[in-house]
């Protein structure tokens, strides 16, 4: 009798242990389709070469896997303090950007952006090399 009673808690245990195996499959499904749906940042030119003091435009587009605009604004800045001015700082609505670059410091820098979202797991990120 004992033994009936104890096989039963065994399945029971199994059943729980399937559920969750299930549950964090189907978890990590919706994290895939979330992925698929990516945006990416492009830089025209993709890199720039200036002297101190020196500026130039630079041309950004936040973008879908498809490559249409993803009309999501974005906001662009420098990698360390005082090392390069960005203006505008922000896009527009569709994701589209001509900013003016200024450097200040030599070096190895960066113009970094990153997206404008709600939740901080939907933000892309990404930065375009500045040699000073």
């Known amino acids: 009798m ?12 199994r059943l729980l242990l399937t559920l969750i195996i299930l549950m964090g499959v189907g978890f990590s499904q ?27 435009m630079v041309s950004i587009q936040l973008l879908k896997n498809d490559g249409d605009l993803a009309n999501n604004a974005f906001y662009a800045y420098g990698g360390q303090r005082g090392t390069l001015s960005v203006y505008p700082r922000i896009s527009d609505s569709t ?4 900013v003016l670059v200024k450097v200040y410091k030599p070096g190895d820098i960066s113009l970094n952006v990153r997206s404008v979202s709600s939740k901080r797991l939907d ?9 000073v």
């Open 2 to 13: 004992w033994g009936i009673h104890k096989e039963k808690k065994m399945n029971n245990g």
């Open 30 to 56: 919706d994290d895939a389709a979330e992925s698929s749906d990516s945006l990416y940042f492009r830089f025209t030119p993709d890199s720039i070469k200036l002297e101190v003091g020196d500026s130039a």
């Open 95 to 98: 994701g589209v950007a001509n």
């Open 123 to 131: 933000r892309v990120s990404d930065k375009m090399p500045v040699t």
